[in-house]
């Protein structure tokens, strides 16, 4: 057996060793156990990830690739990595896979170094429209290196208008074009994107971090389906991974990807986190995630049609995919901020997100954002969806009754028992349904 593993033996250790990391350990798995996560970036990932990160293949080095490394005692890793890039190409239909990226972040970083020159020109979603921070953001290090065009969305539709992406990519010729956001509840028009991007002789690249899940589960367009020349993904959002990028590509780019991330922007890959991926991409083939991934999306659905009609403005009047943004400021006169904190105390986690032009700060935004996907990783469905829609609809229409708030944890917390989360308390997957540490009484 192994020695240390996310197991009994190395916990009683720890506990014995640093109690007050044990402690924090403790009533971080508390939290995550009684409340509801509907962070749309978070998940609950496989249990079969626990067991890798905390494993051996932690202290190996691994500098370069399989079958080309700069260290010796390579036979366990370049299986593993060979396993996760195999599945990752197999999964995503993809002609080169690079596996070795640590988050997302590097990952998007590794593609402009890979492909592009300082001083090229990259176009990609505004931040404060839904892209993401890692798609030249200005407070972003890439900023000072590329020269970043952003698309908006359009008011008050929220919708992407892609006449005036095309005008914008004709306007400024970027040598690299990105689809992809962590704000957008709406399928991107990966078709229209790809004809932009051939008129005005741009790569092409599109960022399904949040999605990677949806598309691997056959529940979302893949990009890579319509020709796309780069794809990357986040694995630990709805793909349910360890906390790391993938790049996936076509072939002729396979070598400047790899290079870009070793030895461009790295040294030894976190081969505990490679050998977790190739498990991942193993267990996303299976039927039952596949209905996950749909579920996902059903779920969303469900939340949005109740919500809808509990007067809620939902950003882009409702969502394809897997998150949701509200208009708290219209439809309930509350910034994001209180909006998150009164939530917080009923046991549902989100974020206070800025909706497109916002007039409010981002630490006041006029929104907040939340998704399905851990929600479903334990099992949740559409009664259950409709029943969140409903505690949250109360939280916002009178956030600072506190009488009300204290009935509404409750409720939050009788439903978490029902629905154990995957990975903490294994043993407890016994199907008593006390979702308790099964001493079911
Ligand atoms: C989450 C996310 C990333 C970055 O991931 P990190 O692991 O947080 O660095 C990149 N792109 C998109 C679209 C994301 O949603």
Known sequence: MTNFTYSAAALDRLQNSDIDVFNALMNEEKRQSEGIELIPSENYCFPEVYALLGSVFNNKYSEGYPGRRYYGGQENTDTIETLARERAKAVFRAEHANVQCLSGCPMNEAVYFGLLQPGDTIMGMDLTHGGHLSHGAPVSNMSKIFKF??????????????????TLAM???????????????????YAGFRKIADEA????????SHLGGLVA??????????GYDVMTTTTHKSLRGPRGGMILCKKEFATPIDKSVFPGMQGGPHMHQVAAMATTMKLVQSDAYKA?????????????????????????????????????ATGFGITGNIAEKAL????????????????????????????????TSRGMGEAEMKQLANIMLQVLRAPGDE????????????????????????????GCGCGCGCGCS
């Not at 306007?171 to 957008?184: A, M, N, R, V």
């Not at 589960?217 to 389906?225: E, F, H, I, R, T």
């Not at 009300?404 to 989360?421: A, D, G, N, Q, S």
């Open 149 to 166: 065009v952003r698309y908006k969305t359009e008011i008050p539709s929220g919708l992407i208008d892609l006449d005036k992406v095309r």
């Open 171 to 189: 306007e400024h010729k970027p040598k690299l074009i990105i689809c992809g956001h962590s704000s957008y509840p709406r399928e991107y028009d």
């Open 201 to 208: 002789g741009a790569l092409l690249m599109a960022d399904i």
């Open 217 to 226: 589960g056959g529940a979302l367009k893949n990009p890579l389906d319509f």
């Open 292 to 328: 996950y991934a749909r579920q996902v999306l059903v779920n969303a659905q469900a939340f949005a049609k109740e919500l809808l009609a509990g007067g809620a403005h939902l950003v882009t009047g409702g969502t394809e995919n897997h998150l949701l943004v509200i208009n708290t």
């Open 344 to 375: 917080d105390k009923v046991g549902i986690t989100l974020n206070k997100n800025l909706i497109p032009d916002d007039p409010n700060p981002p630490m006041k935004p006029s929104g907040i954002r939340f998704g399905t996907p851990a929600a």
């Open 403 to 430: 009488a009300l708030l204290t009935k509404l944890r409750e409720e939050t917390r009788t439903m978490c028992k029902r629905f154990p989360v995957p990975g903490i308390n294994i043993s407890d997957e016994c």
